[in-house]
């Protein structure tokens, strides 16, 4: 039977952050640092305000990294398709010229 995971969680309230890390035990401040930093330095970038991650760890300390979150599929731009309807009803106001004097 697999032991359920303990959830070691670290607020950053000054940056917006939250980092939730599954393990097998509770983590000492050092192990839960080092998880962040480590995944942080993969990553390549830091967090964005307000993003939360979540890390699972195993029992020898090594880190499974998460998953990337799939990004929405954006449907390609579609031509338009003139209404002749709106075409009578749109039309450019007459230019009017007035003569001098």
């Known amino acids: ?5 303990i959830v070691n969680t670290i607020v950053d309230e ?8 599954l393990a097998p035990r509770l983590l000492t401040d050092g192990e839960i640092y080092r998880a962040i ?7 390549g970038s830091p967090l964005a305000d307000g ?3 979540t ?12 998953a990337p979150e799939p990004e929405p ?3 390609p731009p579609s031509m338009p398709v ?9 039309s450019s106001p007459p230019i ?6």
Not at 55 to 66: K, M, Q, V, Y
Not at 96 to 101: A, F
């Open 55 to 66: 890390l699972t760890l195993t029992s020898s300390g090594c880190a499974i990294s998460p």
């Open 51 to 53: 993003e939360t991650l």
């Open 73 to 75: 599929q954006k449907e």
């Open 82 to 90: 003139p209404n002749p309807v709106e075409k009578d009803q749109i």
């Open 14 to 21: 000054a940056n917006r952050r939250t980092y939730v890390i």
């Open 96 to 101: 009017l010229y007035s003569s001098p004097g």
């Open 1 to 5: 039977m697999k032991a359920p995971n």
């Open 37 to 43: 930093r480590q995944e942080i330095l993969r990553r």
